[in-house]
């Protein structure tokens, strides 16, 4: 029986042939040369974004190990785009491309000063390049199946474009519910980036946060020196359960592992880390504590909860 994602992916794959897809945009859920995502032999392009350290004690810990498994997307005669890396970074790209023979490997230049002003429907500076990759990369499609592009439609669908849980802002009951996904040092910096163009709030700041690791392998004391520059009046670590009923219970993992990383991020935080069973716990505890504007990120399971 393969694992879960391995499952969800080949059923996936099943359902777009059996339904006629026509496109799909399919991205690894972790690395790439040994992902099970890489079963495409012929895409139209393939597309690597910024190499952060995550996920380090399967792919490696550092960069240029990491940059290995994420360039083995490339195909023969596909053409491979990627945004401005790190020099070590980009010389492993080049040692893959030569190695994996895509049509050409383009690492995309800085956004232009009128492509920085864009207006997009996520927010944050980094979404920028990110845009600019994406618009590349849908430019080769349009191109091979000679659909004229035109510069109006890009800028609306950018401006349009959602993506819950990344840069996500919801009022409930009076509180700003800040929530982002962000889970590796980088992506942090940016969320706390975001955190901060915010409009001052009207009242003390929360933060709840966890990460989906029990191994070690996410810098889980330089998130927190990137977050608590944000000078929160309280810090909650929850675990990842919606609420502690057996159906909400994560096969993958125990109870007890998600309490002991809850208790060493807590421990790691220092005085005033408040504890939560659940998400639903934390939630209650924000509300408690008066606060009116709550940060949550760390893990994407959390922020989903």
Not at 15 to 26: D, H, L, N
Not at 213 to 227: F, V, W
């Amino acid at each position: 029986m393969p694992s879960y994602f391995r499952f969800l992916t080949l059923v996936a794959l099943h359902i777009f042939c059996q339904e006629g897809v026509q496109v799909a945009i399919v991205e690894a859920g972790l690395g790439g040369e040994y992902d099970c995502t890489n079963v495409v032999e012929k895409p139209v392009s393939t597309g690597i974004t910024n190499i952060a350290l995550d996920h380090t004690s399967v792919l490696g810990e550092t960069h240029e190990k990491i940059a290995w498994h994420k360039a083995g997307i490339m195909k023969p005669g596909v053409p491979c785009l990627t945004l401005p890396q790190r020099p070590e970074v980009e010389a492993v790209f080049h040692s893959r491309s030569e190695e994996l023979k895509p049509k050409y490997l383009m690492v995309l230049s800085d956004p232009l000063e009128d492509e920085q002003s864009l207006q997009l429907g996520i927010p944050g500076a980094h979404q920028v390049f990110n845009a600019r990759l994406a618009v590349a990369m849908a430019n080769i499609f349009l191109r091979k199946h000679n659909v004229i592009h035109v510069d109006e439609e890009t800028s609306e669908a950018l401006k349009n474009t959602k993506w819950s849980g990344r840069c996500q802002l919801e009022v409930i009951d009076g509180i700003e519910w800040c929530l982002d996904g962000s889970h590796t040092l980088e992506s942090i910096e940016a969320c706390v980036d975001w955190f901060r163009s915010l409009p001052l709030s009207k009242g003390p700041t929360a933060l709840v946060f966890n990460l989906t690791t029990s191994s070690g392998d996410r810098d889980s004391l330089g998130m927190m020196a990137k977050l608590r520059a944000l000078s929160f009046s309280h810090a909650i670590f929850s675990t990842n359960l919606v609420n502690s009923t057996p159906e909400q219970l994560n096969l993958s993992t125990t109870v007890t592992t998600m309490l002991e990383t809850r208790d060493r991020l807590a421990n790691e935080w220092g005085l005033n880390a408040l504890k939560a069973k659940d998400i639903g716990e934390a939630c209650a505890l924000v509300k408690e504590s008066g606060c009116k504007r709550a940060l949550v990120c760390g893990s994407l399971h959390l922020v989903g909860g």
